[in-house]
């Protein structure tokens, strides 16, 4: 019973703990929304957000969804907003 306890608990931590990228990832809009937003942001974290988008593309083609889905992320942090927010205004 313990067991079953502890496992249930580990379960729930991890389903909590899910990061903002676990979302579905567009390879085409997701792109286009932080370059958007890093055009409009400008200077060095644009910069490095626009050089995480163009490697999350070359993922994408590499069939590496989730790895995209990641330097989406970090390049939609560099710009102050967070994945899953671009994807809801995006209605998706």
Request: proline residues 3%; contains cysteine; charged residues 20%.
């Given at each position: ?62 069939d590496?969804?989730?790895?995209a889905g ?23």
């Open positions: 019973m313990m067991n079953r306890l502890i496992a249930a608990a580990a379960a729930f931590a991890a389903l909590t703990a899910a990061p903002a990228f676990a979302a579905p990832v567009s390879c085409k809009q997701t792109p286009a929304q932080i370059r958007t937003l890093a055009e409009a942001k400008g200077g060095e974290d644009a910069a490095k957000a626009l050089h995480l988008v163009a490697t999350g593309e070359k993922l994408c083609a590499a590496a969804k989730f790895e990641k330097k989406f992320a970090a390049a939609a942090k560099l710009l102050g907003t967070e994945l899953a927010s671009l994807q809801v205004a995006a209605g998706q």
